[in-house]
Structure formats: C-alpha cells, structure tokens
C-alpha cells in the first residue's frame, strides 16, 4: 500500500471490555513498531516485530497488552480489560528493515485514538 | 539511561529561522531522528543524522554531535504550516527509538 494505516481510527469502549488494533505496513517492510502516545506526551515504545517474530516486547505496560503479527503484514495489539489509564493514541510504525542505518527509517500511520470510559 | 531532554514550546515569526535543540545521554548511540507531527496526525519524517555534521533538506536542517549528545534542526523561511510539534528521537544499539516529548512549535503572522 502507499502507507501505513490502521484501523479503527477511533475506538471508545467501557472500562474492563477487551480491544483490537490492527496495523497494516507498507508493503515489503519487514520491522512493524507499536508505539502509544498519550496527549500532549511523546511517544512510548511498546513492542517492535522483525518479521512474525518480537524480539523486543520490553515496553508493554502489563500484562494486560499483547500483539502478533503474521505472514509479516497485519499485526494487532489486544488490550485486555481496558483501564481508564489505557486512554491514548495508539501508533503503529514500518520500516525496511530494523538492523540500523537509513533503511530503517520508520514510517507511521494515522494512530487509532481509544478513549475507555 | 534513557534520557532525551527538548524544550516544551516555542514561538517564532513567519519567515524567521527558528533553532530547535535536543540533548540526550545513552550508553549506546545508532542515529539521531527528526519528525514532524502535526495536531492529530501521525509524525512525519523529516531527517536523519548518524555522523557528526549538518544534514540540509530544503528548508531544513539538522545538525548532529556524538560527543556532545546534542542535535538541532534548523527550519528557515518559516511558513504558517509549519506550527506542529517537532520530535527528536535516538535509536540505540537494540535498534530502538527513544522520543523527546516534543517541541510544540507556534508560527506566528
């Protein structure tokens, strides 16, 4: 595709209930990137993919937060039973790579806005 | 550590050069990235620096010193559409980055 997207842009949910967030890379990008940015902060790295496989997961929050990727496109990352604190912007990000230099410059999406109430 | 450290706000004038700085301190170092995030919208990228030296793109610069962990971009000739917030990350050895919060950028007429 063009670029990354992702899907829902906005998600309002109650606290508790469970939520997916897909990604889609720019196509032939093999690092995908999930970042969250809550409002008026930077952002904070969550967890990246080199292929299906996540060699680092070390910035999910909890437990409560997973992903997965396959066939080395989609990925999702699940919140289970949403804090009020999981409020934010959640970013996905693509590169070429991942093994440094410009290559890997990342590539990001629009973000999906979830709000839990 | 982990530390990435810009200022929070700045205001500039239309058609002025405006200097945005950003230090940071990591025991590993693998390039130094600027973006672009206008208000609800993804970040952009805008320039990267891995060696010592000023990157120019345009309208816009980079400038980068390793043994001083510090980098700046430089926007001349400012236009209105460039109010937006100006994030500076570092990428360390893992390959991951680290973002400043951000520098929120106003243009004023």
């Known amino acids: 595709g063009a670029g990354v997207s992702q899907s829902p842009s906005n998600k309002v949910t109650e606290k508790g209930k469970d939520v997916e967030l897909r990604c889609d890379p720019i196509?032939?990008?093999?690092?995908l990137y999930w970042y969250r940015q809550r409002l008026g902060q930077g952002l904070e790295f969550l967890i990246y993919?080199?292929?299906?496989?996540?060699?680092?997961k070390s910035g999910l929050p909890s437990d409560r937060f997973s992903a997965e990727r396959t066939g080395e496109s989609v990925s999702t990352l699940t919140i289970q039973r949403t804090q009020q604190e999981d409020s934010a912007v959640y970013l996905c990000?693509?590169?070429?790579?991942?093994?440094?230099?410009?290559?890997?410059?990342?590539?990001f999406g629009p973000g999906t806005r979830l709000t839990v109430l | 550590g982990q530390n990435i450290d810009q200022p929070t706000e700045m205001t500039a004038t239309e058609g002025a050069i405006v200097q945005i700085n950003c230090t940071y301190q990591t025991s590993g170092f693998n390039g130094l990235f600027w973006y672009q995030q206008h208000a609800g919208e993804a970040p952009t990228f805008l320039s990267y620096?891995?060696?010592?030296g000023l990157e120019e793109k345009g309208r816009f610069s980079s400038f980068l010193s390793r043994s001083k962990g510090y980098s700046y971009l430089l926007l001349k000739e400012l236009q209105m559409k460039d109010s937006a917030s100006y994030l500076c990350a570092y990428r360390n050895q893992g390959g991951k980055l680290i973002f400043g919060q951000g520098t929120e950028l106003s243009v004023k007429p």
């Open positions: 620096n891995v060696l010592d």
């Open positions: 990000a693509s590169s070429l790579v991942s093994l440094g230099g410009r290559t890997d410059t990342q590539y």
């Open positions: 993919f080199q292929g299906n496989s996540a060699p680092d």
């Open positions: 196509s032939g990008h093999t690092a």
